[in-house]
C-alpha cells in the first residue's frame, strides 16, 4: 500500500464522514474510481493500521488517528486549491485534479506558508467545502502570523480533532476549540462568551446556508454561516475524538 | 414623577438647580435588556423600546427628582463589552471615564445571568459606584431560572434590586439604592467648595483636584480580583502606572488590564505618556500568552467568563421547564419554510392592516368633513380667502389621508418590534442580505425604514463598519417609508387598484435589490458576518405599544400638520396666482416629455421634497377635488407614486444623512436616487403604457 494510496482514503474518509455518518463501500468507490472489491480489501488493511474502523456492513469511519491525517489532506488539498485558484488564476473546474497531485508531496512548512500568504481562507474555491484548521498549537492565527521560529515541531500538535462550527446538525453538542481569522472577530465572540473550552449546543440551522444560533452560557447566539465555520468545535460523541 | 426634559441637555454643563442636590446615574448593560424601559420608566420620557438589539443609538437624558435631588438620567446604548471597537462601547467607555456619573445603574437579564455579569465585572473594573438592577425576573422564572440576589450582592460586592421594569415593579428601591451608592461615595457637585458656582464644569472639579495634591480621578468604587495566575501581573502593572503618576482619567489597575488586553485605543494613549510602559505591558503579556497558549485578552476574557460563571451558579437555580410557548413560535419563526412565511406574513400583514383599515377610517373622517364643508378650489375672489381655502384643503388632505394610514401602521410596528420577530427576521434572511453586501441584521433598519427613514438611517449603528452603515443606509432610502406609502394610497390604491399598489412595493424591492448589487461593486471594502443575540419571543405590552405609537404620532401633529395648513395655503396661492406655471413649464421636458406625467407633476414634485406625502396633499387643492382619477390616467397615477417612491430623500432625510455620513456620501445617495427615478420612471411609464 503507497502512502499516496492511503492518503487518498483517508482524504476520502474524512469528506464522507463530514455529517457524521459512516462512509459505505460504494460510496468510496464511486469517489476514488475504484473496483468496489479492491476498495473492501483497502479499508481492512487500513482498519489493521488502526486509521479506520470498519465493518462490511455497517460501513466505515476513521479512527482518531485516521481522523487527523484525512483532515491534514483535505486541508493541503482545499488550500493548494485556493492557491492554484487565486495566485494563479486557474479555473475553478481545473483546480481539483492538480490539487490531488501535488498535496502529497507538501511539507507542513509549506501548508503554513500558503495558509498565511493566503489570508486563512476558510472554504475552497470550487465546492466552497471548508478548509480545516491546522494541527499546530497556535493560540491564534496572529501568533501563527508573528512566529519566526525555525522548527515547527517545537510549537507542538493539538491533540483534540475538531470539526467545523457549521458541520454540526441541531442539537450537537461540544466545546470551543479554535477560532480561526483576525483578532477582531475572536474578540467579538469572546464577548459574547465563546471562550476556548465553553460548551455549546446548536439550537437551530437556517436552511440555505443560513446562520447557526447556538445555545451558549444560557444565552441565544446566531453567527452568520461565515462566522460559524471559522469556529471549531471539539465535539461531543463520536465526531474526532482526541489522539493519545 | 418627574417631567420630562429634552435629549439635549449638554452633558459636562450642569443646569443648576434649587438645592443644589444634583446627581447623574447612568444606565449600563447588554443590549436589550430593559435599560430604556427603566430609562422611560424614571423619567416618563418616550425612548423608543422593543424586542431587538440596537434601539438606543445615541444616549438619551432626562430628568427626574428624588428625595430632594435632581437626577439627571442617561440612558447608554447596550454593549457586550467595553473592550471591543464598535462606536457604542467607546462611547460609553468614554462617557463612563470622562463625565464620571454619580452612579451607574448597571441592568442585568436575570435570564441570561452569566452573560451579563461579564459586562458588570468589567463595569467593576472601572471602579465607579454601581447599583445592579436585575430585570426580567419574570422571564427567568418562565425560563425555570430563580436568582437569588441576596446572595449575588454578597458575592459581587454591589447592592442588587431585583425588578420587572415593564411592570414598574422594583425600579423605586432601585432608584433609593443608587442614591444611597452614591452619597456614600460623596457627590463632586455639592462639593465643599458651597455646592459650586451656577454652570460649573467637570473640568472645574477636575482641576480642583490636582491642586489639592495628587488624587485619583476616578471614583473608589469596587472591583474584581481575578484568578492568582493573573493577579500578579495585572498587580505588577498597575503599581508601574500609579509610581509614574500618568495623570490618566481611568484607575491605573483598569489601565493596566486594557494593556494586556492590547487594547488600540488605551495602548496609544499611554504610549503618548510612557513607551516603557507599554513595553513592560507587552513583556508580561508575552508571559501570560506562554502560560496560556492563548492570546492575552481571550485569557482575560476567559478568565472574566469563569468568574461571572461562578457567582451566577452560586446565586441562580435552574429547574428544568416544559417547552414554552416562545419556544414553539421560535420553531415557528425560524423554520425552513414556515419561517419565510412568517416573515412574509408579518410585513404583507403590516401593508394589508394599514390599507384597510387606514382606507376605512379615512372614508369615515372624509364624510365628516364634507358634513362641514365640500372642497371648492378657489381660483379667485380675495387673497385670503384663497389662502384659507387652499389651507383649509390642505387640513382636510392632512387629517382623511395621513392621521388613518399612519396610526394603524405604527401601532402594528411597535406590536411587531416588542414581539422579538424582527431578529428572526434578521436569522432567516441573512445570507439573502449578503447579497447586497450586508448581513441579516440590516434588516431590522430596513424595516424600520417603512415607518420612517429618520431614525432607520440612525439605527444603521447596528452594523459594524462605516460601509455597511452606508450600504444600509442607501438602501432605506429606497424604501416607502409612511409619507410614501401615503403617495402610493392616495394614487394608486385609491383610484386604480390595490394590487398596483402591492405592485409597487414588490418592484421597489427590486430596485433596493439590484441598486445594492450595484452599490457592493462601487464602495469597497469588506463584509462582516452577523452576530446577534436571540432574544426569547414575549408577548408585546399594551401600554408600550399605545406609548410608542403615540410617540411617533406626536410630532406628526405637532410639527408636520402645520406644514400640511401652510403649504395648502401657498400651493393654492401660487396656483392662483399663476406663478407654477414657469416652474412647472421649466422642468416639464423631464416631467412631461420623459416621464409622461401631467404639466402640474414638477411643482409636487419640489414640494415633495420637504415632506413627501405632500406630492398628494398638494394635488387636492390645486385640483379642487379629492378625486384624483379624474384628472390623472391610471398609468400617470402608478408612475406619478413610483417616481414620488424613488426620486430624492426629503429634507429630514437627507440632513439625517449628512449628519451621519458627511456632505459627500449623503449627496451620492440622493444622486443615486435620483438617477434611478428618471430612468426608472421613464423606462416603466413605457411599459406600464402597453399594459393599460
Known amino acids: 500500500m503507497s502512502s499516496k494510496n492511503m492518503e487518498e482514503y483517508l482524504e476520502t474518509l474524512y469528506a464522507l464522514n463530514q455529517d457524521g455518518k459512516a462512509a459505505s463501500t460504494s460510496e468510496i468507490s464511486h469517489r476514488l474510481n475504484v473496483a468496489p472489491a479492491s476498495v473492501t480489501e483497502m479499508l481492512q488493511k487500513l482498519a489493521d493500521k488502526g486509521y479506520v474502523n470498519y465493518s462490511p456492513y455497517q460501513g466505515a469511519t476513521l479512527t482518531p488517528m485516521g481522523f487527523k491525517l484525512g483532515e491534514k489532506m483535505a486541508r493541503k488539498h482545499r488550500l493548494l486549491e485556493r492557491f492554484l485558484h487565486d495566485v494563479l488564476n486557474l479555473g475553478k473546474d481545473r483546480v481539483h485534479a492538480q490539487a ?31 478548509i480545516p484548521p491546522c494541527d499546530l498549537q497556535f493560540s491564534s492565527c496572529e501568533e501563527c502570523q508573528k512566529w519566526h521560529g525555525e522548527s515547527l515541531e517545537k510549537v507542538g500538535k493539538r491533540k483534540a480533532n475538531l470539526v ?7 442539537r450537537e453538542e461540544g466545546t470551543v476549540a479554535f477560532i480561526r481569522g483576525d483578532n477582531k472577530v475572536l474578540r467579538r ?32 447566539i446566531a453567527l452568520g454561516e461565515e462566522i460559524a465555520a471559522n469556529v471549531f468545535i471539539e465535539a461531543a460523541g463520536k465526531r474526532g475524538g482526541r489522539v493519545g | 414623577m418627574a417631567s420630562f426634559s429634552s435629549c439635549h441637555t449638554t452633558t459636562g454643563k450642569k443646569v443648576k438647580s434649587g438645592n443644589g442636590k444634583r446627581l447623574t446615574i447612568a444606565l449600563a448593560g447588554n443590549a436589550n435588556v430593559g435599560k430604556s424601559v427603566i430609562f422611560n420608566q424614571l423619567t416618563g420620557s418616550s425612548q423608543i423600546i422593543g424586542n431587538w438589539p440596537g434601539k438606543t443609538v445615541e444616549r438619551a437624558e432626562g430628568m427626574l427628582t428624588f428625595d ?13 463589552s467595553l473592550s471591543t471597537f464598535s462606536i457604542e462601547e467607546l462611547v460609553t467607555r468614554q462617557y463612563i471615564a470622562t463625565e464620571k456619573p454619580d452612579v451607574i445603574i448597571n ?13 458588570t465585572l468589567q463595569l467593576m473594573e472601572l471602579e465607579v459606584p454601581m447599583v445592579i438592577g436585575l430585570n426580567q425576573i419574570d422571564t427567568a422564572r418562565s425560563k425555570g431560572i430563580t436568582v437569588d440576589y441576596q446572595r449575588l450582592e454578597d458575592s459581587l460586592g454591589v447592592p442588587v434590586v431585583p425588578t420587572v421594569a415593564i411592570k414598574g415593579e422594583g425600579i423605586k428601591e432601585l432608584i433609593k439604592r443608587a442614591v444611597e451608592t452614591a452619597e456614600q461615595n460623596g457627590t463632586p457637585e455639592v462639593d465643599e467648595e458651597g455646592a459650586g458656582e451656577a454652570g460649573a464644569e467637570r473640568g472645574q472639579y477636575r482641576h480642583r483636584q490636582r491642586q489639592g495634591g495628587r488624587q485619583h480621578r476616578y471614583r473608589r468604587g469596587q472591583t474584581t480580583r481575578f484568578g492568582d495566575n493573573l493577579e500578579p501581573t495585572i498587580d505588577k502593572l498597575a503599581q508601574a502606572i500609579e509610581a509614574d503618576q500618568l495623570d490618566l482619567e481611568y484607575p491605573p489597575r483598569w489601565v493596566a488590564i486594557k494593556l494586556l488586553e492590547d487594547d488600540p485605543d488605551i495602548t496609544a494613549v499611554v504610549r503618548a505618556k510612557s513607551e516603557r510602559l507599554v513595553f513592560l505591558a507587552a513583556t508580561l503579556g508575552k508571559e501570560i500568552e506562554a502560560l496560556h497558549d492563548e492570546p492575552s485578552f481571550a485569557v482575560l476574557a476567559a478568565e472574566r467568563y469563569s468568574l461571572a460563571g461562578a457567582a451566577a451558579g452560586e446565586a441562580q437555580n435552574q429547574e428544568k421547564v416544559r417547552v414554552t410557548l416562545s419556544d414553539r413560535l421560535d420553531r415557528l419563526a425560524t423554520h ?10 408579518v410585513l404583507v400583514g403590516l401593508l394589508l392592516w394599514t390599507f384597510t383599515v387606514g382606507n376605512y377610517l379615512s372614508g369615515l373622517l372624509s364624510n365628516l368633513f364634507s358634513f362641514f364643508a365640500t372642497l371648492d378650489p378657489k381660483m379667485s375672489g380675495s387673497i385670503p380667502s384663497i389662502l384659507w381655502n387652499g389651507a383649509f384643503a390642505g387640513l382636510v388632505a392632512g387629517v382623511t389621508l395621513v392621521i388613518p394610514y399612519v396610526i394603524p401602521f405604527y401601532l402594528v410596528m411597535a406590536m411587531i418590534e416588542d414581539s422579538g420577530v424582527l431578529t428572526r427576521v434578521a436569522f432567516m434572511f441573512d445570507n439573502f442580505m449578503h447579497k447586497i453586501g450586508l448581513h441579516g441584521k440590516a434588516i431590522i433598519p430596513l424595516i424600520l425604514g417603512y415607518g420612517c427613514n429618520v431614525p432607520a438611517i440612525y439605527t444603521c449603528r447596528v452594523m459594524g463598519t462605516t460601509r455597511e452603515r452606508l450600504l444600509a443606509a442607501l438602501a432605506i432610502t429606497f424604501v416607502p417609508c409612511t409619507a410614501r406609502t401615503i403617495v402610493i394610497l392616495g394614487l394608486v390604491a385609491a ?27 462601487v464602495v469597497p471594502g469588506k463584509s462582516t458576518g452577523l452576530i446577534m443575540e436571540m432574544h426569547p419571543f414575549r408577548v408585546p405590552s399594551l401600554p408600550v405599544i399605545v406609548r410608542q405609537t403615540w410617540a411617533r404620532t406626536k410630532p406628526l401633529i405637532l410639527m408636520v400638520f402645520p406644514i400640511y395648513v401652510a403649504g395648502g395655503a401657498i400651493v393654492q396661492g401660487l396656483y392662483a396666482s399663476g406663478w407654477l406655471d414657469p416652474i412647472n413649464n421649466a422642468i416639464s421636458f423631464l416631467t412631461v ?23 398628494v396633499l398638494a394635488l387636492v387643492p390645486i385640483l379642487g377635488t379629492g378625486n384624483l382619477g379624474l384628472f390623472l390616467t391610471p398609468v400617470q397615477l402608478i408612475s406619478l407614486a413610483l417616481i414620488g417612491i424613488l426620486y430624492f430623500p426629503c429634507i429630514a432625510t437627507l440632513t439625517t444623512l449628512v449628519k451621519e455620513f458627511g456632505w459627500k456620501p449623503a449627496l451620492a445617495i440622493s444622486a443615486a436616487n435620483l438617477i434611478s427615478a428618471v430612468f426608472l420612471g421613464g423606462v416603466i411609464a413605457r411599459m406600464l403604457a402597453l399594459v393599460f
Open chain 1, 100 to 130: 490531488c497531485e501535488m498535496e502529497h508531496t507538501l511539507t507542513d512548512e509549506t501548508e503554513r506558508a500558503f495558509c498565511n500568504t493566503l489570508k486563512q481562507p476558510a472554504k475552497c474555491p470550487d465546492d466552497g467545502k471548508i
Open chain 1, 164 to 170: 467545523s462550527m457549521t458541520a454540526l446538525k441541531e
Open chain 1, 189 to 220: 465572540l469572546l464577548d459574547v462568551g465563546l471562550t476556548p473550552g465553553t460548551r455549546i449546543s446548536v439550537t437551530r440551522v437556517a436552511p440555505l446556508k443560513g446562520p447557526v444560533e447556538i445555545a451558549v452560557r444560557g444565552s441565544r
Open chain 2, 68 to 80: 430632594g435631588y435632581d437626577i439627571t438620567v442617561v440612558d447608554l446604548p447596550g454593549i457586550y
Open chain 2, 107 to 119: 441592568i442585568v437579564d436575570a435570564s441570561v445571568l452569566e452573560r451579563n455579569l461579564f459586562f
Open chain 2, 336 to 345: 425552513k419554510i414556515f419561517g419565510y412565511v412568517t416573515a412574509a406574513a
Open chain 2, 495 to 521: 383610484f386604480v387598484n390595490i394590487q398596483w399598489a402591492l405592485a409597487l412595493y414588490a418592484i421597489d424591492l427590486v430596485i433596493i435589490f439590484l441598486l445594492g448589487r450595484i452599490a457592493l461593486k
Open chain 2, 593 to 615: 416629455g420623459w416621464l409622461g406625467l401631467p404639466v402640474i407633476a414638477g411643482v409636487l414634485l419640489i414640494f415633495g421634497l420637504i415632506r413627501k406625502e405632500l406630492i
